[in-house]
């Protein structure tokens, strides 16, 4: 029975469908800080050599004939997604600890057990020992510890941080680097804004903001999702099409082996 | 006329497995660098007759802006050459990423060839400086410093190309040339699309079921014919 084409546009309807999955993903996460949009990549299945008959053939019966072939494929397989590293529209929140990327670059995480993590969402809080953390909890690297007596905090866009006590004299407290990966869509990303670094990706190269190819940081901003919801839309129309066509394919090859089941009479 | 009915038979046969490319062509609506197989039947040899000859259109695909450093897409005539398992292979696919020993490789790990052999990145990397240029004629510059260029080359006959899965193509007699520069411009931070147009495919579609269905018909018609040359001689 021909079911390798019903095979096919099955395979071609499955990767529509994880396509559909990344898209939904990506309308969810619109107005997730520094969330960077996803795009679902395919590969094309294994080709076989298949027989052909050709009509000028004049031996009666059918015959596979020797050394006449087409190469026919099998179809579709969705294999990963792929970030978008596109810069997204900065945010003024007037919170003097969040810090937006303007450029390349991502802000160094220690998780507790030393290992290190990059995130592009800046929104920054203090803990009770007076150190910079994540949402998540995990301490920005290297640290940036606050003294209690410590009135404001101005950071500039090389990412000196620069801190005024209560007797109002101010001094620099630390600088804030930002790590740049030679392929930032290789990045893994692992939930809650966060990137772990993979083969992929690189090694990490650490730098102060604003020179060799580093983004600029901005205190009192965040970057917003890159996500355009007219181009995700126009995604799902496309995949949705995509996949209505290849249950088009299914109609087809089942009315053709209906056909074949009433050629005896 | 039996011969007929096998003639008719094999058409039906034929058409099945054009529906089979159709089929593979609509599932990779969506595959980067995908190029369409053109449908056997719609091949006329030098005699106009139906020819089995298969092809594989390498029409153009649109291009994708993607913003990563790594992905390349080829504009004009030509391909990436990369490290297959039996030998070079030829791919439209520029989504490059670097392996572990510093090679630009392809989604699927092969390695891919420059001017000067393999493309490695590791010297380069190490020092501070991670930014990758890729120019339009293929040199891959870093920092300031030109380490090779990424090997595009043209099969001097296209029908000698074969297509292996990942997106690769072999080359049945190993012959290519190297375009002009000019011919083609490497874009960096972009991917081509397939070029699979849904249209062209669903006329394809319902050409195929329609001879499909005319074979059918001539084979209930011959069947026909031969019942009535069974029942010469009864009275």
């Known amino acids: 029975m021909p079911t390798r084409a019903l095979r096919t546009a099955a395979s071609g309807m499955y990767a529509q469908q994880v396509n559909i999955e990344v898209i939904s993903n990506n309308i969810a996460n619109v107005n997730t800080t520094s969330f960077k949009k996803n795009k679902a990549e395919f590969k094309d299945l294994m080709y076989q050599k298949v027989n052909v008959n050709p009509l000028s053939n004049s031996t009666p019966g059918i015959f596979d004939s020797e050394g006449i072939h087409v190469q026919v494929g099998n179809g579709v397989q969705a294999i990963s997604t792929q970030k978008i590293i596109r810069q997204g529209d900065l945010t003024p929140t007037n919170n003097q600890f969040d810090i937006a990327i303007q450029g390349e670059g991502y802000f160094q995480i220690r998780k507790p057990d030393g290992s290190f993590l990059y995130t592009r969402d800046g929104s920054f809080k203090v803990n009770s020992d007076g150190t910079l953390i994540t949402a998540s909890g995990y301490a920005l690297d290297p640290d940036i510890t606050l003294r209690d007596d410590i009135a404001g905090i101005f950071i500039s866009r090389d990412g000196e941080v620069e801190v005024t006590d209560i007797s109002g004299s101010s001094y620099v407290l630390a600088n804030i680097q930002l790590a740049r990966f030679i392929n930032p869509a290789g990045l893994q990303a692992i939930g809650d804004n966060l990137y772990m670094e993979t083969k992929a990706s690189g090694q990490p190269l650490l730098g102060t903001p604003g020179t060799n190819g580093f983004g600029e940081v901005h205190q009192g901003f965040l970057e917003s999702s890159n996500v355009d919801i007219v181009e995700e839309m126009i995604a799902m129309i496309t995949a949705q099409r995509a996949y209505e066509i290849n249950s088009k394919t299914v109609k087809t090859v089942e009315d053709m082996m209906q056909l074949a089941n009433n050629l005896k009479r | ?235």
């Open chain 2, 1 to 235: 006329m039996i011969k007929g009915i096998y003639v008719a038979a094999r058409g039906l046969d034929n058409r099945m497995k054009n529906l089979e490319i159709v089929a593979n062509n609509l599932a990779n609506l969506n595959t980067v660098g995908y190029k369409r197989d053109i449908s056997f039947f719609e091949m006329m040899n030098q005699f106009n007759q139906p020819d089995v000859k298969r092809t594989i259109d390498f029409a153009q695909g649109n291009m994708t802006q993607t913003f990563n450093q790594l992905d390349f897409a080829i504009n004009g005539k030509g391909f990436f050459v990369v490290e297959g398992k039996q030998g070079m292979e030829l791919t439209r696919n520029g989504k490059f990423s670097i392996s572990d020993d510093g090679f630009l490789v392809t989604e699927y790990g092969a390695k891919v060839y420059g001017k000067n052999g393999l493309i490695n990145f590791n010297d380069s990397i190490t020092k501070n400086e991670n930014t990758v240029v890729v120019n339009r004629n293929g040199e891959v510059i870093i920092g300031d410093y030109a380490l090779d260029s990424i090997l595009v080359v043209l099969p001097d006959n296209t029908m000698n190309i074969e297509k292996s899965s990942n997106l690769n193509f072999n080359l049945s007699d190993g012959s290519f040339l190297f375009p002009d520069e000019g011919s083609f411009e490497i874009l960096q931070g972009h991917l081509e699309e397939s070029n699979v147009n849904p249209i062209q495919e669903m006329e394809s579609m319902i050409k195929v079921s329609v001879n499909y269905e005319s074979n059918n018909k001539i084979i209930n018609y011959l069947d026909q014919t031969l019942e009535k040359a069974n029942e010469i001689g009864r009275t």
